[in-house]
């Protein structure tokens, strides 16, 4: 097998902002709309400038430090709507090797450097790390599937999204 | 406004693998289908067990450190498909505060710890940081818009994607 040739990163991670959510001590595996409350990512001043434009997308990637998930990460992990074991990799789990969490939001509106969103799944005052916009074209991607996700955890999965009680 | 607050982030990026491109002095500003070559995942061996049931999923979302990235970022960037200047966080440029690179990628087929996918728009030799499967369920925005991208720029850049000479 290939692979020995390790590269060292020196650099360190950066929060760009904030985010604001109401779960302080549990929060959703994935966006949760039953949620009520406000979700807003604060910016930080320094970085008002590189919103600019931002608001013309519907969609944006954030991404976050995951700096609540746990130092052991198992590499089969077991995803709370499934029976399945999976590899790390194939899951969302949060306790990851590089704790970097993602998720596309949706935009409602942007005032000055606070930009209000649909629910997110973390917690509150995670630190941000970077926003990139959600281009269609690139990003939607009309063949993809659902992977190790049977029939009845779809469904389960969409009760949450959708905030459906169950 | 709001925001000042901020966390320190006491964490080092540790590489999970490697990809392995055919771009060593050049690469496309998105994935280009007019490349010839192979696009590798290597990951390293201690991560393999991560990777179970990864091969159920179509696509996957690969987050990868910028580490040929310049180290000066304005907040206002010219995109190269654009003479429109846009914020930092309304692009996908490579020199942002944190230099975290993020593409959706075709799994074409995975060997031991090699994943062979489409195009990615990366230097040869790239860190991988992390990996997620794109499901379908959660990452499909059939709503999306292209932001601040015009016709005439969408069109170009689906051009660059497809591989059509121009």
């Known amino acids: 097998m290939e692979g020995n040739d390790k590269i060292k990163i020196n650099f360190k991670l950066k929060p760009i902002g904030i985010l604001k959510t109401p779960y302080e001590k549990k929060a959703p595996p ?8 406000d979700f807003r990512i604060i910016i930080y001043h320094e970085y008002l400038e590189g919103l600019y434009k931002l608001e013309e997308f519907k969609y944006i990637y954030i991404l976050y430090f995951l700096n609540r ?33 993602l998720s596309v939001v949706e935009i409602l509106k942007i005032e000055k ?20 916009p959600y281009i269609k074209l690139l990003d939607v991607k009309e063949d993809a599937n659902n992977g190790w996700l049977e029939k ?15």
Chains 1, 2 share one sequence.
């Open 30 to 37: 994935q966006p949760d709309s039953k949620t009520n409350g």
């Open 69 to 101: 998930s746990k130092k052991e990460f198992p590499l089969k992990v077991n995803p709370p709507w499934s029976d399945n074991k999976v590899g790390l990799f194939a899951s969302r789990s949060p306790n990851r090797i590089n704790p970097i969490g």
């Open 152 to 166: 009845g955890e779809i469904e389960h999965l969409m009760m949450h999204i959708k905030g459906i009680v169950h």
């Open 113 to 132: 450097n606070i930009i209000y969103t649909s629910p997110m799944d973390a917690f509150n005052n995670t630190p941000l790390l970077d926003i990139k």
